[in-house]
């Protein structure tokens, strides 16, 4: 099935964690993606609340596939900024593969951050954040396809 970030955000937070443990790894992505915060999903809140942190905070994330690395675009000019290693390791929400951004040792900022994402669809990736090893929010990361 294809989904899109509006039917992502209508979902429960078990129904997004049933989508992340069921979807397979994919490969490590390359080049820029659109990013969507998903906060409070399931209710009328999360379209508004991913909107004002698409304006202020963060766009998404380009990715450097062959060096393993990627960039945060964040503020309202899509500065690219906060650095993580990206390789594929096994996920701390249901032990199975995933693709894993790692900032412990790239970002004094975000040094306590960690993303999990699997792919969902062709181009489109579902993601989890934790802050230390809690569970935070999920995310969704959109890579234009041809």
Same mark, same amino acid.
């Given at each position: 099935?294809?989904?899109?970030?509006?039917?992502?955000?209508?979902?429960? @937070?078990?129904?997004?964690?049933?989508? %992340?443990?069921?979807?397979? $790894?994919?490969?490590?992505? @390359? /080049? !820029?993606?659109? &990013?969507?915060?998903?906060?409070?999903? /399931?209710?009328? %809140?999360?379209?508004?609340?991913?909107?004002?942190? @698409?304006?202020?905070? *963060?766009?998404?994330? $380009?990715?450097?596939a062959a060096h393993g690395t990627l960039t945060n675009r964040i503020?309202?000019?899509?500065?690219?900024?906060?650095?993580?290693?990206?390789?594929?390791?096994?996920? *701390?929400?249901? &032990?199975? !593969?995933?693709?894993?951004?790692?900032?412990?040792? $790239?970002?004094?900022?975000? !040094?306590?951050?960690?993303?999990?994402?699997?792919?969902?669809?062709? /181009?489109?990736? #579902?993601? #989890?954040?934790? *802050?230390?090893?809690?569970?935070?929010?999920? %995310?969704?990361?959109?890579?234009?396809?041809?």
């Amino acid at each position: 099935m294809a989904y899109t970030v509006s039917q992502l955000m209508d979902m429960s @937070n078990q129904q997004l964690d049933e989508l %992340f443990s069921n979807s397979p $790894t994919g490969d490590i992505p @390359n /080049g !820029e993606a659109d &990013g969507t915060a998903i906060v409070a999903p /399931g209710t009328k %809140f999360s379209p508004a609340i991913a909107s004002l942190i @698409n304006i202020f905070t *963060w766009q998404g994330k $380009t990715f450097d596939a062959a060096h393993g690395t990627l960039t945060n675009r964040i503020l309202a000019f899509g500065i690219n900024a906060i650095v993580a290693q990206v390789y594929k390791s096994t996920s *701390w929400f249901d &032990g199975k !593969e995933c693709i894993v951004l790692d900032y412990s040792k $790239t970002s004094m900022l975000a !040094e306590h951050v960690r993303d999990e994402i699997r792919q969902i669809g062709p /181009g489109f990736y #579902l993601g #989890l954040v934790y *802050w230390k090893k809690d569970k935070t929010i999920h %995310f969704a990361l959109q890579f234009p396809t041809s």
